[in-house]
């Protein structure tokens, strides 16, 4: 009776108002010969119990703040979160609520996520952000449904680049596959040095969307203002996935001419967490609005003349349109909107600044510092951003379990993704890595056999 | 000009005010990149940290919640979010663990993942579940994905019809759209069950499967669920099991029992995953025999055998004929994971039982206190949820009327227009954790409130009087279509 706050006396009078003798009469619907179930599962704990064998299954972890120096990222990065957001989200009039369906009584969530779209927008440079995604991966789907509806399914093919996060493309071919699409751009023939116009040949009159990523997944920082140009040349959208935290530093995707800008808000606020949830961000311009997936929140005016804050467009959703909604999204990530809402607001732009610079300048410092080793060196020459790919004399797995033995995650072995890229470690290097952890990295792989 | 109450983060910003700041660098200084690749200018708010905790703090008081009181939100299972959970997701070991870290660095992680889809598999009666879904609607989706996965494998590709009640949640639809499946809606009967005839009609040799929604969306356990699962499956359809009402039937009846294929769980409804303001939410799969090896990868699972000594290596499977990656990493781990294994570790068994009968007990309560006063067009025992019309002869007061009246009483609404079957609905589901007096006070301000309906109508009509806002013109939002603070003064959009 963990949490039910009802007496047996109380139970005893609701029954007799209900016309029923016990609590199992109420069940007489339900087929009897599978009616309750004997259930083989653990006998209840108490909360004590439950506390302690949770964090003793917690401390098992090693993790990248008590146990081990990290470099590793590959789209989820290792921030620091100041202690203000934390401490917002846990007000339960926030994580206790519902999807704010009664304006009157939601405004609190209501305008939090609507500044949540407005920080977005101003991020990305683009005109409108939802309310938010699952993740970065989904968000990226999101972009080919929008991209199919803008078509109305009349083009096809979407060209994919090689160097976006291999998940994402997993992801896309994952909800893609009703569909009828043609993924074309990333097959293993793929030039992985080649830059981002490498994609224009295969843009075609049949391209419903071009995606690339920002930086890309490999750490790399390119305009894709030539692509993009082309490709609109072809009628075809192009969607760039971005990093939060480069974008403070870096050429916004609206000034490149992007149509599309999603991209995942995890470096904002949120925590590792194994994973998730995360934050998939989505931006657009207005003119692909009604086409766009999920909760949009809109300023509107209640009924005593004081600015408001309303679900709008709904029309385009599932609960309205059914089987012709554009997608069957139902919940946004609003509870995590909102931390990203609140980490902007309290490093503000000169402490987003500081970060996007600490990161920067750390990573190459590593990168400098590691290209120096014997036999170790940088895979690219293009500019990087937080993140690069650094070639080593043995297979990266190799590399990683001897690192291990000394504590470090040393990066994400691309071997798996990308077989010419075996012997290569994608490395990550954020405000949380001091000069001591990179030197000890550098050291350690010094004397690698 | 509309009054301002609480000025958005923007209008709060003072240029040259800081918040947090970062520690100077300790590596030697690098060129950033050239011009041509930096942004020219930032416009993001610049404030102190005080600013933001209160404009927070402030905006915060604006919502309703399940810790300010009653949520009877049908279909929405708005239950306690046990504070335990709040902590146990945020232990160090599960905040800052990555998810592409070696299995060897993370067994506790996966230890759990492990654990959690066991249970979650003998309270459904499945075969095989996957922890990835990040959301009811994403989960939905998986199941349809591996429906059709399903009959393209055995080569029966001519199945291109969903069969889906008249009262189901609008994402089932949804969910078979985004395959290109036709839709086809069965009603129900007057005692709010499929129509077995209609049912029956429908049923050949182009079916997928059928969506059911049991309890459904009426609140009604079906009567013939078992010739429902028989007719579908005689026609070489799959079905699956739309699992946001399964808080009715925890240790009452498992849907892999009744013959189900594949069913969604809504962590963040049924095993009291906070809603965060409308996310995020947690999906988990569960599967029949026949489904497992479409499962989408990676799958939690052992990688290497333990014995007597030696624990188990857990780690991640792909399945057989796996329709892919759902999502990045493995799922909402932190925030829906380890709250829902948190709170099914200190339910058990009988626990859980106990969630299913008071969730019931709580609905038909209710339902009887204000049977009289408002029409139930379904009127049995329900489960978990029952559905009432808000309307009375006579009268032009609507459900909406009524919903926002009852936030004058300090209630939040029950939702409504939902299913789309009755008339001017309001569909009430109470859930476990309240109490009788509060049951009581509820029932008894909509019985006041259908006396003002008849003796002063126009209080319905322009209610909420007593909350910091009033209705909303929501044409005028989808008119104008503000999605986006306007700049402060003093910054230039890039564009």
């Given at each position: 009776?963990?949490?039910?706050?009802?007496?047996?006396?109380?139970?005893?009078?609701?029954?007799?108002?209900?016309?029923?003798?016990?609590?199992?009469?109420?069940?007489?619907?339900?087929?009897?010969?599978?009616?309750?179930?004997?259930?083989?599962?653990?006998?209840?704990?108490?909360?004590?119990?439950?506390?302690?064998?949770?964090?003793?299954?917690?401390?098992?972890?090693?993790?990248?703040?008590?146990?081990?120096?990290?470099?590793?990222?590959?789209?989820?990065?290792?921030?620091?979160?100041?202690?203000?957001?934390?401490?917002?989200?846990?007000?339960?009039?926030?994580?206790?609520?519902?999807?704010?369906?009664?304006?009157?009584?939601?405004?609190?969530?209501?305008?939090?996520?609507?500044?949540?779209?407005?920080?977005?927008?101003?991020?990305?440079?683009?005109?409108?952000?939802?309310?938010?995604?699952?993740?970065?991966?989904?968000a990226a789907a999101e972009a080919v449904n929008l991209a199919y509806a803008q078509f109305r399914g009349k083009r096809k093919k979407i060209v994919v680049s090689p160097s976006l996060h291999p998940q994402y493309r997993e992801v896309i071919r994952t909800y893609t596959q009703g569909l009828g699409v043609e993924i074309t751009g990333d097959g293993e023939a793929a030039d992985l040095e080649a830059g981002p116009e490498a994609l224009t040949s295969q843009v075609d009159s049949?391209?419903?969307l071009v995606i690339v990523q920002y930086p890309d997944f490999f750490g790399r920082i390119y305009d894709y203002t030539k692509l993009i140009e082309d490709a609109h040349g072809k009628g075809a959208l192009v969607c760039i996935v971005a990093n939060p935290t480069a974008m403070v530093m870096l050429k916004t995707p609206a000034s490149m001419g992007a149509d599309v800008v999603v991209g995942e808000a995890q470096p904002f606020g949120i925590p590792l967490w194994f994973g998730g949830p995360y934050l998939g961000f989505f931006t657009t311009k207005?003119?692909?609005?009604?086409?766009?997936?999920?909760?949009?929140?809109?300023?509107?005016?209640?009924?005593?003349?004081?600015?408001?804050?309303?679900?709008?467009?709904?029309?385009?959703?599932?609960?309205?349109?059914?089987?012709?909604?554009?997608?069957?999204?139902?919940?946004?990530?609003?509870?995590?909107?909102?931390?990203?809402?609140?980490?902007?607001?309290?490093?503000?732009?000169?402490?987003?600044?500081?970060?996007?610079?600490?990161?920067?300048?750390?990573?190459?410092?590593?990168?400098?510092?590691?290209?120096?080793?014997?036999?170790?060196?940088?895979?690219?020459?293009?500019?990087?951003?937080?993140?690069?790919?650094?070639?080593?004399?043995?297979?990266?797995?190799?590399?990683?379990?001897?690192?291990?033995?000394?504590?470090?995650?040393?990066?994400?072995?691309?071997?798996?993704?990308?077989?010419?890229?075996?012997?290569?470690?994608?490395?990550?290097?954020?405000?949380?890595?001091?000069?001591?952890?990179?030197?000890?990295?550098?050291?350690?792989?010094?004397?690698?056999? | 000009m509309s009054t301002i109450v609480e000025p958005t983060i923007f209008e709060l910003s003072s240029p040259g005010r800081t918040g947090v700041t970062m520690p100077a660098s300790d590596v030697p200084t690098v060129d950033l990149p050239p011009k041509d690749l930096l942004r020219s200018e930032l416009p993001?708010?610049?404030?102190?940290?005080?600013?933001?905790?209160?404009?927070?703090?402030?905006?915060?008081?604006?919502?309703?919640?399940?810790?300010?009181?009653?949520?009877?939100?049908?279909?929405?299972?708005?239950?306690?979010?046990?504070?335990?959970?709040?902590?146990?997701?945020?232990?160090?070991?599960?905040?800052?663990?990555?998810?592409?870290?070696?299995?060897?660095?993370?067994?506790?992680?996966?230890?759990?993942?492990?654990?959690?889809?066991?249970?979650?598999?003998?309270?459904?009666?499945?075969?095989?579940?996957?922890?990835?879904?990040?959301?009811?609607?994403?989960?939905?989706?998986?199941?349809?994905?591996?429906?059709?996965?399903?009959?393209?494998?055995?080569?029966?590709?001519?199945?291109?019809?969903?069969?889906?009640?008249?009262?189901?949640?609008?994402?089932?639809?949804?969910?078979?759209?985004?395959?290109?499946?036709?839709?086809?809606?069965?009603?129900?009967?007057?005692?709010?069950?499929?129509?077995?005839?209609?049912?029956?009609?429908?049923?050949?040799?182009?079916?997928?499967?059928?969506?059911?929604?049991?309890p459904n969306t009426l609140g009604m356990f079906d009567e013939h669920i078992e010739q429902v699962v028989k007719l579908v499956k005689d026609c070489g359809g799959l079905m699956y099991g739309d699992g946001a009402n399964l808080n009715a039937l925890l240790g009452i009846v498992r849907p892999g029992d009744l013959g189900f294929d594949v069913m969604h769980f809504n962590l963040h409804k049924t095993f009291s995953v906070p809603h965060g303001g409308g996310g995020p939410g947690s999906g988990p799969v569960g599967v029949s025999e026949r489904l497992v090896d479409f499962l989408p990868s990676p799958l939690g699972g052992i990688v290497e055998e333990g014995d007597e000594d030696i624990e188990p290596l857990y780690g991640f499977v792909t399945p057989k004929h796996s329709i892919g990656r759902m999502k990045a990493f493995h799922g909402h781990f932190g925030g829906g994971l380890v709250r829902a294994y948190t709170y099914i570790a200190m339910h058990g068994p009988d626990g859980l039982k106990?969630?299913?009968?008071?969730?019931?007990?709580?609905?038909n309560y209710l339902q009887a206190k204000l049977r009289g006063t408002y029409t139930i067009p379904f009127d049995r025992i329900c489960m978990h949820e029952f559905v009432a019309e808000g309307r009375f002869e006579g009268s032009d007061v609507r459900a909406l009327d009524i919903a926002k009246r009852l936030m004058d009483y300090k209630f939040h609404p029950p939702t409504n227009y939902f299913p789309l079957i009755v008339h001017e609905a309001l569909m009430i589901e109470p859930t476990e954790t309240e109490n009788k007096d509060t049951l009581d006070k509820f029932a008894d301000a909509l019985i006041k409130i259908a006396e003002e309906a008849k003796s002063q109508p126009d209080l319905l009509h322009n209610a909420p009087h007593t909350t910091p806002f009033g209705r909303m013109d929501e044409v005028k939002a989808a008119r104008e279509l503000v999605l986006c603070c306007w700049l402060p003064e003093g910054y230039d959009s890039e564009k």
């Amino acid at each position: 009776m963990t949490y039910i706050p009802i007496s047996p006396n109380e139970r005893d009078a609701m029954l007799e108002k209900v016309g029923v003798k016990t609590l199992d009469d109420l069940f007489d619907a339900v087929p009897k010969k599978h009616r309750f179930p004997e259930l083989s599962l653990p006998p209840a704990l108490t909360e004590m119990e439950a506390a302690a064998h949770l964090a003793d299954m917690a401390s098992s972890n090693e993790s990248v703040r008590e146990h081990l120096i990290s470099f590793l990222g590959a789209g989820a990065y290792n921030h620091y979160t100041p202690a203000v957001v934390d401490h917002i989200l846990r007000r339960g009039e926030f994580y206790t609520a519902y999807t704010p369906y009664q304006p009157e009584i939601s405004q609190g969530t209501l305008q939090a996520i609507f500044e949540y779209q407005s920080l977005m927008t101003h991020l990305t440079g683009m005109e409108v952000s939802n309310a938010s995604h699952y993740d970065g991966a989904t968000a990226a789907a999101e972009a080919v449904n929008l991209a199919y509806a803008q078509f109305r399914g009349k083009r096809k093919k979407i060209v994919v680049s090689p160097s976006l996060h291999p998940q994402y493309r997993e992801v896309i071919r994952t909800y893609t596959q009703g569909l009828g699409v043609e993924i074309t751009g990333d097959g293993e023939a793929a030039d992985l040095e080649a830059g981002p116009e490498a994609l224009t040949s295969q843009v075609d009159s049949n391209t419903m969307l071009v995606i690339v990523q920002y930086p890309d997944f490999f750490g790399r920082i390119y305009d894709y203002t030539k692509l993009i140009e082309d490709a609109h040349g072809k009628g075809a959208l192009v969607c760039i996935v971005a990093n939060p935290t480069a974008m403070v530093m870096l050429k916004t995707p609206a000034s490149m001419g992007a149509d599309v800008v999603v991209g995942e808000a995890q470096p904002f606020g949120i925590p590792l967490w194994f994973g998730g949830p995360y934050l998939g961000f989505f931006t657009t311009k207005k003119s692909y609005v009604h086409k766009m997936a999920g909760r949009l929140i809109g300023e509107t005016t209640d009924n005593r003349g004081q600015r408001s804050y309303v679900l709008t467009l709904t029309a385009r959703e599932q609960h309205i349109k059914r089987e012709r909604a554009t997608s069957n999204i139902c919940s946004n990530q609003g509870l995590l909107a909102l931390a990203s809402a609140v980490y902007m607001s309290t490093l503000g732009k000169t402490g987003l600044q500081q970060v996007a610079n600490l990161c920067y300048q750390k990573a190459h410092y590593a990168a400098a510092e590691l290209s120096k080793i014997d036999g170790f060196g940088l895979c690219f020459n293009d500019t990087f951003f937080h993140e690069f790919v650094l070639c080593c004399p043995r297979p990266a797995s190799e590399v990683n379990e001897y690192l291990l033995e000394h504590g470090i995650l040393g990066g994400y072995d691309l071997g798996a993704d990308y077989p010419s890229l075996a012997n290569h470690l994608l490395v990550a290097v954020t405000e949380m890595n001091s000069k001591e952890e990179i030197d000890t990295l550098v050291e350690v792989l010094k004397e690698m056999e | 000009m509309s009054t301002i109450v609480e000025p958005t983060i923007f209008e709060l910003s003072s240029p040259g005010r800081t918040g947090v700041t970062m520690p100077a660098s300790d590596v030697p200084t690098v060129d950033l990149p050239p011009k041509d690749l930096l942004r020219s200018e930032l416009p993001l708010p610049e404030l102190a940290e005080v600013d933001v905790v209160r404009h927070y703090t402030r905006l915060s008081k604006f919502n309703y919640s399940v810790d300010d009181g009653f949520y009877p939100l049908g279909s929405c299972t708005m239950k306690y979010n046990p504070k335990i959970n709040e902590d146990t997701c945020r232990l160090p070991g599960y905040l800052f663990t990555h998810p592409l870290q070696p299995i060897e660095t993370v067994q506790g992680n996966l230890v759990l993942m492990f654990e959690l889809q066991e249970w979650l598999k003998e309270i459904s009666g499945f075969a095989g579940v996957t922890l990835q879904p990040a959301a009811g609607a994403h989960g939905e989706f998986t199941g349809v994905l591996m429906m059709a996965a399903y009959h393209k494998q055995r080569g029966d590709t001519k199945r291109t019809k969903m069969l889906i009640p008249d009262a189901a949640h609008g994402t089932n639809p949804a969910s078979a759209g985004m395959l290109g499946m036709s839709v086809v809606t069965i009603p129900s009967d007057e005692r709010g069950n499929v129509d077995l005839k209609a049912l029956e009609a429908a049923c050949d040799d182009t079916v997928v499967g059928m969506m059911v929604t049991n309890p459904n969306t009426l609140g009604m356990f079906d009567e013939h669920i078992e010739q429902v699962v028989k007719l579908v499956k005689d026609c070489g359809g799959l079905m699956y099991g739309d699992g946001a009402n399964l808080n009715a039937l925890l240790g009452i009846v498992r849907p892999g029992d009744l013959g189900f294929d594949v069913m969604h769980f809504n962590l963040h409804k049924t095993f009291s995953v906070p809603h965060g303001g409308g996310g995020p939410g947690s999906g988990p799969v569960g599967v029949s025999e026949r489904l497992v090896d479409f499962l989408p990868s990676p799958l939690g699972g052992i990688v290497e055998e333990g014995d007597e000594d030696i624990e188990p290596l857990y780690g991640f499977v792909t399945p057989k004929h796996s329709i892919g990656r759902m999502k990045a990493f493995h799922g909402h781990f932190g925030g829906g994971l380890v709250r829902a294994y948190t709170y099914i570790a200190m339910h058990g068994p009988d626990g859980l039982k106990d969630i299913a009968q008071y969730a019931v007990l709580n609905a038909n309560y209710l339902q009887a206190k204000l049977r009289g006063t408002y029409t139930i067009p379904f009127d049995r025992i329900c489960m978990h949820e029952f559905v009432a019309e808000g309307r009375f002869e006579g009268s032009d007061v609507r459900a909406l009327d009524i919903a926002k009246r009852l936030m004058d009483y300090k209630f939040h609404p029950p939702t409504n227009y939902f299913p789309l079957i009755v008339h001017e609905a309001l569909m009430i589901e109470p859930t476990e954790t309240e109490n009788k007096d509060t049951l009581d006070k509820f029932a008894d301000a909509l019985i006041k409130i259908a006396e003002e309906a008849k003796s002063q109508p126009d209080l319905l009509h322009n209610a909420p009087h007593t909350t910091p806002f009033g209705r909303m013109d929501e044409v005028k939002a989808a008119r104008e279509l503000v999605l986006c603070c306007w700049l402060p003064e003093g910054y230039d959009s890039e564009k």
